[in-house]
T-cell receptor, first 113, second 113 residues
Framework: DGGITQSPKYLFRKEGQNVTLSCEQNLNHDAMYWYRQDPGQGLRLIYYSQIVNDFQKGDIAEGYSVSREKKESFPLTVTSAQKNPTAFYLC????????????FGPGTRLTVL | GEDVEQSLFLSVREGDSSVINCTYTDSSSTYLYWYKQEPGAGLQLLTYIFSNMDMKQDQRLTVLLNKKDKHLSLRIADTQTGDSAIYFCAESIGGSGTYKYIFGTGTRLKVLA
């Protein structure tokens, strides 16, 4: 089955800790994205990557970091500098030619205690 | 700037048709999408339409695009309780392999039995 997996589904973090969210895809997509979703709001872009070893900041990158060492993987680290990290985090991927439909993973809900 | 707007709520009776509306501002959009999000889950692609099309039908779903008014709608025929979810409109803009996706805030559809 081709798709996008995110782990864990639920994550709890103490204030001041860094935490890493996993995103893996086997769709052979070049581009990968991280979004944050807050209740009653749409999706806000955190970071995106269109090719291995390259990534760009989205609209709300402060307090987050990413890496793209492999085509299949795009982990997101939520650092202690992120002041309000409790949210639902969605990873997506797409091709980079023609109809570049984004496909989404199941999401990770991060709660800061 | 780029913006996608949707009404926040829609309530319909089971068996009726639902119409979810969306307006966008960027006329350079290439594709427009409808996604469905169930509670605690990621976004599931429902359908898409290329920007030079007026209409697309896919089983119970009909997408209408009025490019002049920058208005997109999703009609769900014979709405069922399983259709209760949040529906996101999105557009992709850009070219030459670089695409940006703009999402609306989502419309929460409630189907009454």
């Amino acid at each position: 089955d081709g798709g996008i997996t995110q782990s864990p589904k639920y994550l709890f973090r103490k204030e001041g800790q860094n935490v890493t969210l996993s995103c893996e895809q086997n769709l052979n997509h070049d581009a990968m994205y991280w979004y944050r979703q807050d209740p009653g709001q749409g999706l806000r872009l955190i970071y995106y990557s269109q090719i291995v070893n390259d990534f760009q900041k989205g609209d709300i990158a402060e307090g987050y970091s990413v890496s793209r060492e492999k085509k299949e993987s795009f982990p997101l680290t939520v650092t202690s500098a992120q002041k309000n990290p409790t949210a639902f985090y969605l990873c997506a991927s797409s091709g980079t030619g023609g109809r570049n439909t984004q496909y989404f993973g199941p999401g990770t809900r991060l709660t800061v205690l | 700037g780029e913006d996608v707007e949707q009404s926040l709520f829609l309530s319909v009776r089971e068996g009726d048709s639902s119409v979810i509306n969306c307006t966008y501002t960027d006329s350079s959009s290439t594709y427009l999408y409808w996604y469905k999000q169930e509670p605690g889950a990621g976004l599931q692609l429902l359908t898409y339409i290329f920007s030079n099309m007026d209409m697309k039908q896919d089983q119970r779903l009909t997408v209408l695009l009025n490019k002049k008014d920058k208005h997109l709608s999703l009609r769900i025929a014979d709405t069922q309780t399983g259709d209760s979810a949040i529906y996101f409109c999105a557009e992709s803009i850009g070219g030459s392999g670089t695409y940006k996706y703009i999402f609306g805030t989502g419309t929460r559809l409630k189907v009454l039995a």
